[in-house]
């Protein structure tokens, strides 16, 4: 089994930066892919990033590329998502997730969610 916690949400204004961390209980963390995904009010859940089990591949949606980046500690069985150049748009409730194959479209495990507010 795995446990994941959100965190690092907030209020930013434009321009401004924002760390998710989502952190996970569980020895098996580690064999697992990982990724970010965000829901605003009256929108579908979309896949921000993902990183796979080694930290050896990355992905990002066209909308955040160049901005945000993802990474993971192992050591510390947490993922982060640094979020750059923040946007309105960027508003939305982040939720981390976990998979045993990467790319598989089957998530494992799913966090609470992280609010994150961008204003104008």
């Known amino acids: 089994q795995v446990q994941l916690v959100e965190s690092g949400g907030g209020s930013v204004q434009t321009g401004g930066s924002l760390r998710l961390s989502c952190a996970a209980s569980?020895?098996?963390?580690?064999?697992?892919?990982v990724y970010w995904f965000r829901q605003a009010p009256g929108k579908e859940r979309e896949r921000v990033s993902g990183?796979?089990?080694?930290?050896?591949?990355?992905s990002y949606a066209n909308s955040v590329r160049g901005r945000f980046t993802i990474s993971r500690d192992s050591a510390k069985n947490t993922v982060y998502l640094q979020m750059n150049s923040l946007k309105p748009e960027d508003t939305a409730v982040y939720y981390c997730?976990?998979?045993?194959?990467?790319?598989?479209?089957?998530?494992?495990?799913w966090g609470q969610g992280t609010q994150v507010t961008v204003s104008s």
């Open positions: 997730a976990a998979g045993a194959s990467w790319n598989s479209g089957r998530y494992d495990y």
């Open positions: 569980g020895r098996t963390f580690s064999s697992y892919a």
């Open positions: 990183i796979t089990s080694t930290g050896g591949r990355t």
